[in-house]
Every structure is written in C-alpha cells, then in structure tokens.
C-alpha cells in the first residue's frame, strides 16, 4: 500500500491526522535532523498500521511531503 503523508517536524504535540484513504498529515516533536524525524515517523505508522517498522518504507526521505510504502497492508 501507497500513502502520502506530510510531515510537519519540530511540533509541540506528536498529532496523526487522517485527511483519507491514502493521505495523512503527521506532527512531529523531533526535529528533522539526523533522521530523527524520519525515524519517529516510521514507528508512528508501524503502529498505526499494526506492522513491523521494517515494513514501512519512505520513498524520498528528504522531502516534508513523503511517498510511504507499507508492506503487509
């Protein structure tokens, strides 16, 4: 499964927002250094989508608007 997710790190409160199917927006408390974001953000979907954090997988890591590939969904 393909979803789009914008990410907005370094936010006061770690919020998941489901905009629909396949579109969400996520805060994030970690700021967006070192992988730090990206990282958190891959455990939030791992538990949103009830799958191993190896089975998430973010397309273009560097962009605050991420193509992300969920296995096993």
């Known amino acids: 499964m393909i979803i789009h997710v914008k990410v907005r790190p370094n936010s006061h409160e770690e919020i998941i927002e489901k905009i629909d199917e396949n579109n969400y927006s996520i805060s994030l408390r970690e700021k967006a250094e070192d ?23 973010i397309k273009n890591p560097k962009s605050t608007k991420k193509i992300i590939e969920v296995k096993g969904k």
Do not use: C
Not at 35 to 57: C, D, M, P, Q, T
């Open 35 to 57: 992988g730090k974001a990206n990282s958190r953000l891959i455990n939030i979907l791992a538990k949103e989508f009830k799958v191993s954090f190896r089975n998430i997988i």
